[in-house]
């Protein structure tokens, strides 16, 4: 299989698995480095194909008929992030990614793609697996979410209880 067949293969694996595909396994099964799966996806990524890489492995964004997407500034301690993704998602929004502004870096985004409480619940475990510190430990506290759901009633939902919550940074 030449560069190219490998690349419609990635593409097509990915619009039609639900499940991201991990990189390294992508690679496994197309006898390849995880490195080339890397160059494969910045090439689909460059030719316009809405590549998204999860800490659960790459997906394919599929368009949807009718969304609403809020990008919406938080502010709290690190023991609120489950609090926090769980009144998100109960209401039925999607947490894309986390953004912070940096001094040096400026925006940092981090793509999370959660979904599900079951994603919170990988999400919180990987960050204790690894010891990591979330990027909101860069900003005190202060970060950005991009969420998405099927309709504004959703998020007016979401938007009132994170209030009630305090979590929201009000205008």
Do not use: C, W
């Not at 993704?85 to 870096?105: M, N």
């Amino acid at each position: 299989m030449d560069s190219k067949e490998r690349r419609k293969y990635i593409e097509e694996l990915l619009k039609k698995n639900i499940n991201p595909e991990k990189g390294h396994e992508l690679a496994e099964r197309l006898g390849v480095t995880r490195q080339i799966i890397v160059k494969d996806i910045a090439i689909l990524r460059a030719e316009g194909k809405k590549i998204i890489a999860t800490p659960e492995g790459y997906i394919i964004s599929k368009e949807q008929k009718s969304i609403v997407k809020r990008v919406m500034a938080f502010s709290h301690k690190t023991g609120d992030i489950e609090d926090e993704l769980k009144t998100i998602i109960k209401f039925g929004g999607i947490v894309e990614d986390v953004i912070v502004e940096h001094s040096l870096y400026g925006e940092i985004r981090g793509m999370l793609m959660i979904k599900t409480f079951y994603d919170i619940e990988n999400f919180i475990k990987r960050i204790n697996e690894y010891k990591a510190e979330p990027l909101l430990i860069l900003t005190g506290g202060v970060h950005l979410h991009t969420v998405v759901a099927e309709n504004e009633e959703i998020i007016k939902n979401i938007i009132k209880e994170l209030k009630e919550k305090n979590y929201l940074i009000s205008d």
